[in-house]
């Protein structure tokens, strides 16, 4: 099975929990939660992530920054920002106005942003089933 993993990272700890509940039935992603950059850089030095998905505004250092620290460290891990203001949409456009990261806005509506992470860690759109045994075979 194609597995994949996804890190959250987010100054709100509700915000954390909605989206690790979002994902409690994608048994083939693995999902982190980081508090702050810091807290993510930590974790991505103990595991293994595809994807690394984070607010913009947080104190110390914002998405942004931290996706570039991702990017120079962990030059395989795609980033996403993740935000209420949509002014940073705007700020997060190159020269020619292309956009820089994909850009998801906070409230999300569940299932497009569940199936764009999937397609962003390149996993199918709908997770496969869990298997339990069958009363054959236990």
Request: charged share 30%.
């Amino acid at each position: 099975m194609n597995c994949g993993s996804v890190m959250f990272v987010d100054d709100e700890p509700t915000i954390l929990t909605s989206l690790a509940r979002l994902f409690r039935n994608d048994h083939d992603l693995q999902i982190f939660v980081a508090l702050d950059a810091l807290d993510a850089l930590r974790k991505l030095e103990l595991n293994q992530v595809d994807l690394v998905v984070t607010d913009f505004r947080m104190p110390g250092m914002n998405g942004a920054e931290l996706l570039e620290e991702v990017s120079r460290r962990y030059p395989k891990i795609k980033g996403a920002i993740l935000s209420a203001y949509p002014e940073v949409r705007a700020i997060l456009r190159d020269r020619n106005g292309k956009q820089l990261r994909p850009f998801f806005y906070k409230p999300w509506n569940d299932e497009s942003f569940r199936k764009a992470v999937r397609r962003l860690v390149r996993l199918a759109e709908e997770p496969p089933a869990k298997k339990f045994p069958s009363a054959a075979t236990a």
